[in-house]
């Protein structure tokens, strides 16, 4: 069994910061890459950040500059700054784990709700 623990996040005001954490943990061989989604009402869920084994990263376009993921054995961080109203949404951890029967797959976190409102 594998779990993917989610914190951080809430509301702040335009410009402000959040920071959001992700702890992997349960029968985990090794992680292939960890990173964070989000899904606006509305829309469709989009990838924010991604960060693999070997610390490469990638943005999507709308949050290069302002924020930047990082990790830590199995933990994933993403630093959210100068935030905008279109940054509200449901962020959710992803990763793509190997487990320790050897099997690989893809993991999500419950989900955090952050908004961003004056």
């Known amino acids: 069994q594998v779990q993917l623990v989610e914190s951080g996040g809430g509301l702040v005001q335009p410009g402000g910061s959040l920071r959001l954490s992700c702890a992997a943990s349960?029968?985990?061989?090794?992680?292939?890459?960890m990173g964070w989604y989000r899904q606006a009402p509305g829309k469709q869920r989009e990838l924010v950040a991604r960060?693999?084994?070997?610390?490469d990263t990638n943005y999507a376009d709308s949050v290069k500059g302002r924020f930047t993921i990082s990790r830590d054995k199995n933990t994933v961080l993403l630093q959210m700054n100068s935030l905008k109203h279109e940054d509200t949404a449901v962020y959710y951890c992803?990763?793509?784990?190997?487990?320790?029967?050897?099997?690989?797959?893809?993991?999500w976190g419950q989900g955090t709700q952050d908004t961003v409102a004056s």
């Open positions: 960060i693999t084994s070997g610390r």
């Open positions: 349960g029968s985990i061989f090794s992680i292939n890459y």
């Open positions: 992803n990763a793509n784990i190997i487990t320790a029967s050897i099997k690989t797959d893809d993991y």
